[in-house]
């Protein structure tokens, strides 16, 4: 298009000149309507929609009706004449324009829910309610092949997962199936893939998480050949990256399996393909290696290992397992080194100052309490609490071997620690110095009790722990005054310190003061309810009250506590004795025998409850067993030969007595037991040489006399008429001593001559017989037959069929704090032991 200029006029000719335009209404064609610009109608449009469903409406933009440039496009026009709309580039038609005669809308942008063309029949309806709800998503085709692969690689997932969950509760074996069930779909998994074509897109990260939990899991059961088999799978494929560390799991497994040789190489394999950048794997592979080398006994290989880990990484650890490496191999100074350098290991622990709340802001004080007992403060503590106890073990172990005494070794690791950061172990180290002085019974040791001294002026913790500790030992040396003196001190520095409160109970107990010792125990218990010594101490300070009930309970509580005690079960076993009970006392002790099988007193007491039952045969059992586990008891012995006497058996009673001969010679009773045996079992000769040598023991014997009397006048020996003048003589002796102790003073003579009479039955007998519980036999037993009765006269009828042989009443002692193990002769004194207090 061309535009042609016409030529200005000059001045003085403006007036007179008029632009020539045409007579056009420039408003018009506004109200026109185009159907094309009603988006209402859209749906009912054939051509749109075809255009939507097919590519056509994809088509490039048709080019601008106007030809020319976009210059050339644009409308010239004043205010006074027409304008020419300019076509897009797009071939869109401008705003306004009007083309083929048709008027197009002022904008293409509508305002929401208003259109003008209400009066078109269409309804107001911004939100589009009218056209129902929308279509149902389509519902995926699961047939295709991606999908199988889709689901079938969310299921190897979910069993790895439940693998893995199952393991962690225990489950061992489950944790094994759902692995071998996960490696199961792994491999359909992967053959689909390949028959799909996709074998490119193998995802590797899932197959190596299958393998390894397989691997995992066989390790964890115990199959360790198929778990290495599964751990060299992984490793000898070169497509999974840094599968060289599980070599560090192979060496594990052979570590179990004792074979270290190969342990070391397969450590040194992993170590290998290890970077650098890794440091602290690499140093608890070395410490491994380490630890196998000591297995093995090569303590040289073990020392390098270590050595290079304190020089790059040094931890509590592996300082430990270095001085005793060099323990092993008897390097003294190398141990001093190895000493120092353990307690200069930094553990990287806040103070705990900051643990300790202020006053002044209550922000920050609910800080604190919140992370006092938080995992991080308590992981704190235990590392602490383990550094404490390698410092303290190793210097127990090295003090003898680093100088020529134990003393001036341990004194020498008290001074390191004091320079070290753990100046609060050097007390602890010098109470031990003496607490091991005690263990090794060393009693009368004057530096041990002047160690323990020293701390008297310490704070109250250290002054309490040593007063603890003598109190203990002069309670065991039988000093009660200083045990009650150092108790004092103990309580007076920790009030709260259970220990101090049972050794004053157990100094008040002593004194027969129960009422004030219970007292003691019940603090002690309000200050540590799980100390057990001082139940146990209250259950025996009750039952010296009589107060059985109560006492009944602590054991009880007790038993709840301690359940394989045989000592709280065997006082159980006895108050239900006291409290009339027998069936319960017998329960109790099968408990007892059944932790302790070979104690000879719980079996002779179950023995005893059995016979005041009337059980014999059960009551014969149980004091054939403590005897044969404890063959020198005179109550089980004297037991077993009154029932086989009963039993008519004679001869078998005979062993026993020789036996009680053997452990109480100077008890004349035992041996005329074995001569009545030799008689009563038609044995005259033998009777007659025990008798014989019974009267050279013991002359004076008037039983022994009559017997040999007897037998020389029926066997008609010439003997006869010396033993009848010497019965004669004794029985006059005896007279004469009655007669004395009548006029003479009654009390302590009658003591002492019933001392002096045979314990056989006989009244007249001239030797000393202490009244023991092992020496209550019956008075039906120890009769007798006169000298005018046959000497079949022994009947069954002459023993008493109701004896019973109790062990009479038990020494009780009560607990000083500590336990041990239990002894065979530790229910006699109802105690758990003389161990030392614990700090």
């Known amino acids: 298009m061309s535009i042609s200029l016409h030529h200005l006029p000059r001045e003085g000719e403006m007036e007179n000149v008029h632009l020539a335009v045409e007579e056009d209404d420039i408003y018009s064609g506004y109200n026109d309507y185009n159907p094309t610009f009603d988006s209402e109608e859209l749906e009912n449009d054939v051509g749109f929609q075809q255009a939507v469903r097919t590519s056509h409406g994809r088509r490039p933009p048709m080019t601008a009706r106007f030809p020319g440039t976009a210059i050339g496009a644009r409308p010239l026009a004043s205010s006074f004449g027409s304008r020419i709309p300019m076509a897009s580039s797009m071939g869109r038609p401008m705003t306004g324009a009007v083309q083929d005669g048709a008027a197009r809308p002022m904008t293409a942008v509508r305002a929401a829910g208003y259109t003008s063309s209400l009066t078109r029949g269409s309804n107001f309806d911004p939100l589009g309610q009218s056209r129902g709800p929308a279509p149902p998503l389509e519902a995926k085709n699961e047939d295709t092949p991606e999908e199988k692969i889709k689901i079938l690689e969310k299921k190897v997932n979910d069993l790895i997962e439940e693998s893995c969950m199952a393991q962690s509760i225990g489950a061992l074996q489950l944790a094994l199936e759902k692995a071998k069930e996960a490696g199961r779909k792994e491999r359909a998994l992967v053959r ?22 397989l691997a995992n899991q066989y390790a964890n059961n115990e199959m360790y050949p198929e778990a290495l088999n599964s751990y060299q799978v992984i490793v000898k494929n070169k497509m999974f990256s840094n599968a060289g560390r599980l070599k560090v799991n192979m060496a594990n497994i052979y570590v179990k399996q004792k074979n270290y040789p190969k342990a070391i190489k397969f450590y040194r394999m992993a170590l290998d393909q290890i970077s650098n950048a890794h440091k602290e794997m690499r140093i608890k592979i070395m410490q491994n290696i380490g630890v196998v080398f000591v297995r093995m006994g090569q303590y040289s290989d073990a020392i390098t290992s270590f050595e290079h880990i304190m020089s790059e990484s040094p931890n509590i650890k592996t300082g430990f397992n270095l001085i005793l490496c060099y323990y092993a191999i008897g390097d003294r100074e190398r141990m001093k080194k190895a000493f120092q350098k353990l307690i200069s290991v930094p553990l ?10 202020s006053n002044d802001d209550a922000s920050s004080n609910m800080v604190i309490e919140a992370i006092k007992n938080d995992k991080l403060h308590q992981m704190e503590r235990d590392l602490k609490v383990l550094a404490e106890k390698f410092i303290m073990t190793s210097a127990k172990l090295i003090a003898p071997a680093i100088e020529t005494s134990f003393a001036t070794g341990f004194d020498w690791c008290v001074d390191m620690v004091k320079s070290s950061q753990y100046v609060e172990l050097a007390n602890d180290l010098e109470i031990n110095k003496a607490i091991t002085y005690l263990r090794q019974k060393d009693f009368n040791q004057i530096e041990a009790v002047e160690t323990l001294k020293t701390f008297e002026k310490k704070d109250s913790r250290v002054k309490s722990a040593a007063a603890t500790n003598l109190s203990f030992l002069y309670f065991l040396e039988k000093d009660y005054d200083q045990a009650d003196r150092y108790a004092d001190l103990a309580m007076n520095a920790d009030r709260y310190n259970p220990a101090a409160l049972i050794n004053k109970g157990n100094t008040v107990f002593v004194k027969q003061d129960y009422e004030k010792a219970a007292e003691f125990y019940k603090e002690a218990l309000r200050n540590d309810s799980s100390c057990t010594e001082a139940l146990y101490n209250l259950g025996l300070t009750y039952k010296r009250l009589n107060r059985l009930e109560e006492a009944l309970d602590c054991f009880l509580k007790l038993h709840a506590i301690l359940r394989n005690s045989a000592q709280v079960m065997y006082q159980l076993a006895n108050i239900y004795e006291l409290l009339e009970d027998p069936q319960q006392a017998i329960e109790w002790l099968m408990q007892v ?22 059980d014999k045969s059960q009551a014969f059992q149980y004091y054939y067993e403590s005897f044969r586990y404890f063959p020198s008891n005179i109550d089980v012995i004297e037991w077993l030969g009154a029932y086989y006497i009963e039993t008519q058996f004679c001869e078998k009673a005979i062993q026993y007595f020789e036996r009680a001969t053997l452990i109480q010679p100077t008890q004349v009773k035992w041996q005329l037991m074995v001569a009545s045996c030799y008689r009563r079992s038609g044995n005259y000769q033998k009777a007659l040489e025990t008798y014989k040598d019974i009267h050279r023991k013991f002359p004076e014997n008037v039983e022994c006399l009559r017997f040999l009397v007897r037998l020389c006048t029926d066997m008609g020996l010439k003997e006869v008429q010396e033993y009848a003048t010497k019965l004669k003589k004794v029985e006059k002796m005896k007279e004469i001593r009655e007669q004395r102790v009548k006029s003479g003073r009654e009390g302590s003579a009658r003591g002492r001559r019933e001392g002096r009479e045979g314990s056989a039955g006989s009244a007249d007998s001239g030797h000393s017989s202490n009244s023991t519980k092992g020496e209550r036999l019956s008075a039906k037993m120890r009769s007798l037959p006169g000298s005018n009765e046959p000497y079949e006269a022994s009947s069954p009828k002459e023993i008493d069929a109701s004896y019973v042989d109790p062990l009479g009443p038990q020494m009780e002692r009560p607990k000083t704090g500590a336990k041990r193990r239990v002894e065979d002769d530790d229910f006699a004194d109802e105690e758990l032991g003389d161990d030392l207090l614990p700090e």
């Open 192 to 213: 689909q893939r390949e028959q799909s074509g996709n074998a490119e897109h193998i995802n590797l990260d899932l197959t190596y998480s299958v393998l390894l939990n």
């Open 348 to 357: 990287g622990i806040d103070d705990e100052d900051k643990y300790i709340p």
């Open 593 to 614: 025998i059944s932790v302790t099988p070979t104690d000879p007193r719980a079996l002779a007491k179950l023995g005893e409850l059995h016979d005041g039952e009337g």
